[in-house]
């Protein structure tokens, strides 16, 4: 089945330690993109990526870092600089083309807990 | 700048009744996108509708609903018949045309009881 996978689903931390969530998707789609979402409110954007080796800053990129060295594959670092990385982490992807056209689809997300 | 607004943070309705979550929007751009997503406890957003902002017609869809109106920048949602299976959190979000980034309100969190 075609879809985004994100792993793990629970992810425990220290304070100080980078963690990396992971991103995959197999609907052939060009562009991914990184939200944080907080207990009560909307999505934010952290990253997005139109095309392999490119990525851009979304709203809240401080303290976060991505690549994008496959299509399929567009993994997040959390750093020890992000000063409140306690979050539910999801990561979407959308066709390229007509952008802010397309409908971004959803993986599961990744809920990360940093004590 | 764009805005979307759900002000309505919390709805509780009994199972069977109508409900309405509202969308008020903010945008200078003349082609744009507004769109409607749940999430419901598993976490996952599921992608409902898109509607172009040329396109004024509404939609339906089985008990689902779309109500959009330009003059008054708003992009409702309607179930109807409730059923428990519909609670979840509802996000509406916009996007420019051109843009990569979707813009998204708060949420609204719908329960439905039984």
């Known amino acids: ?115 | 700048a764009q805005k979307v607004t759900q002000a309505q943070t919390e709805i509780s309705v009994v199972e069977k009744e109508d409900v309405t979550l509202d969308c008020v929007y903010e945008t200078r751009d003349t082609t744009y996108y507004l769109f409607w997503y749940k999430q419901p406890p598993s976490g996952e957003l599921v992608f409902l509708i898109r509607r172009n902002s040329f396109d004024e017609q509404n939609e339906i869809s089985g008990r689902y609903s779309w109500n959009f109106q330009k003059s008054t920048s708003s992009f409702n949602f309607t179930i109807t018949a409730s059923q428990v299976v519909d609670s979840a959190v509802y996000f509406c979000a916009l996007s420019a045309q051109g843009a990569q980034k979707l813009v998204f309100g708060q949420g609204t969190r719908l329960t439905i009881n039984p």
């Not at chain 1, 963690?19 to 995959?24: A, D, F, I, P, Q």
């Not at chain 1, 052939?28 to 979402?37: K, L, P, V």
């Not at chain 1, 080796?53 to 809240?60: P, R, T, V």
Request: aromatic share 12%; proline share 4%.
């Open chain 1, 1 to 115: 089945d075609g879809g985004i996978t994100q792993s793990p689903k629970y992810l425990f931390r220290k304070e100080g330690q980078n963690v990396t969530l992971s991103c995959e998707q197999n609907l052939n789609h060009d562009a991914m993109y990184w939200y944080r979402q907080d207990p009560g409110q909307g999505l934010r954007l952290i990253y997005y990526s139109q095309i392999v080796n490119d990525f851009q800053k979304g709203d809240i990129a401080e303290g976060y870092s991505v690549s994008r060295e496959k299509k399929e594959s567009f993994p997040l670092t959390v750093t020890s600089a992000q000063k409140n990385p306690t979050a539910f982490y999801l990561c979407a992807s959308s066709h390229n083309r007509l952008a802010g056209r397309n409908e971004q689809y959803f993986g599961p997300g990744t809920r990360l807990t940093v004590t």
